[in-house]
């Protein structure tokens, strides 16, 4: 069924009234000059009706990405309409509104907003995926009396959106264009979301694993981006960002692969900026790091345990968000790791512990004892067998990678009645026939998050999603869903496993045990430095 609104700045807007909620789809909110270029505000849509009932095209990204994502959940949904993707076309969003009692939108309800940032390693992904859509969400927080508006955003990824080179910067094109799209689109929310209703003061950001990092960078702006923060599944610590020779030398192998080597550096730009769309993710070969640059803006230094857990700035890496952002979540999944093993980890078979083990033992030369303790606690020999040294691996990923950095994070915020810091844990395992069935894996708390996986859950398995929405929600709406962290006690919100009768807990000690994890990863910090931690596991991923 459609509707027909009137936006008091963006004119008439036909969209579509699902599950008590209207969605205005496709809604362009910047554009660009070329595919390299920066995000300019779209500030009308000119006259005549916008037809917002389907969704805009996505940026550049492998086509057919959806099935992978689907893979690391373990179930599909069915797919809605979406046009081919566009390099230049591709700075949508799409907003979801609460209907009210008279099935109409109410412009002066001042509702509070999500903002929901997609992951996908910031090479795929979209504000289109079905499990993302926020309509079962929205219309849950009208039904608690807590309405709320939800938006996803799509911004541009791998080649176009975080490619850069001296020669391209000296063109005058930034670094960092995804993550200049995603400021672009919370500009366009605060300026234009009060005519649906919404609030602009009242901004919560929302990312998972990519997504996650995204919202976690924003915390390094002086400008106030959002009011709340809610990362999930991945932080600016998962991580670091690529040094400019890492970033030179990336930019290097695109210009060989599309055979631009040999050109002087105008026709290099020329050709980039012009050459086909599928050339941009189908030549580009595998394992080129198209990821953030320290660029001074979006990304002004590289972070460390040692910046994030502390409560001082520091000047190679202050976070000014912490002065500004009235409150921060963090969750992890038990073993937010395991797309890591689809992202590399499989292939250092056979052998992999072999290789662990002097991978860990280089890294840590010069702590010999950490080293001992950590093959050891995780139970790593050279024997053991390759399919149960991935697991283990992954276990102790999960804990560096995710674990102890949503830690960090909480002991470096203010804590304050005006800064309040959320932490919770998400143990409910996959319960779909797959490698990962029963583990609490990446991207499956979001699919529990949105609702949009409920048909296929079994009633504690609801139970557990419900609950998990509903903290949501009140986060949303500027409650305390639970009590938050205070002092060294890391207090935090527990979901699942319902497989052993648990749906959600709050644990007010916060001990690793009752949270359903391990101390190991904290004892190896404190024996050899979180960082130093960190990156003995990212030398081996990298294969070093």
Sequence with gaps: MTTTFKHADLGELKGNVVDGTAQFLGLKYASLENRFAAPQLVTTYGSGAVDASKYGPPPVSPVGAIKREFGFIQHELPLPEVPTHSDTEGLNLNITVPLGRDGGINANSKLPVYVFIHGGGFAVGSSWYPHYNPAALVKLSAEKGRPMIGITINYRLGVTGFMTSEELRKAGYKANNGFHDQRAALQWVKKFIGGFGGNADEI??????????????????????????????????????????????????????????????????????SMPVDDLWQKVPLGTPLLPSIDGETVPGEPSFLTVSSKEDHPDFSIPGRKWCAALMIGESKLDANILAYMGIDGRNPGIASKFIESITTTLAEH???????????????????????????????????????????????????????????????????????????????????????????????????AYAEDFIEFVNGNDPWPPVEGGKMGARVYGPSSEGVTAKYVASGNPEEVGRREHVLKLGEMAGFDNILQAFQNFFQGR
């Design 368 to 466: 010999p004892e950490a080293a001992k303790y950590l093959l050891s606690s995780y139970d790593i020999t050279p024997s053991t067998p390759d399919d149960e040294a991935i697991l283990t691996i992954l276990r102790f990923a999960t804990e560096i990678s995710f674990y102890a950095p949503a830690r960090a994070f909480a002991q470096g915020w203010p804590q304050t009645k005006e800064h309040k810091f959320f932490l919770y844990h998400f143990n409910e395992g996959i319960p779909w026939e797959g490698r990962f069935k029963g583990e609490a894996g990446h991207i499956l708390d979001v699919a529990y998050l949105f609702q949009n996986y409920n048909e296929h859950l079994s009633d504690d398995q609801k139970a557990v999603s419900r």
């Design 204 to 273: 919560t950001t929302v990312g998972e694993s990519a997504g996650g990092m995204s919202v976690t960078m924003f915390l390094l702006s002086r400008e106030p981006l959002m009011k709340r923060c809610l990362s999930t599944g991945g932080a600016v610590l998962l991580f670091k960002p690529i040094p400019e020779f890492v970033a030179e030398s990336a930019y290097q192998k695109v210009v060989e692969a599309f055979g631009l080597a040999d050109k002087t550096p105008e026709e290099r730009i020329k050709a980039l900026v």
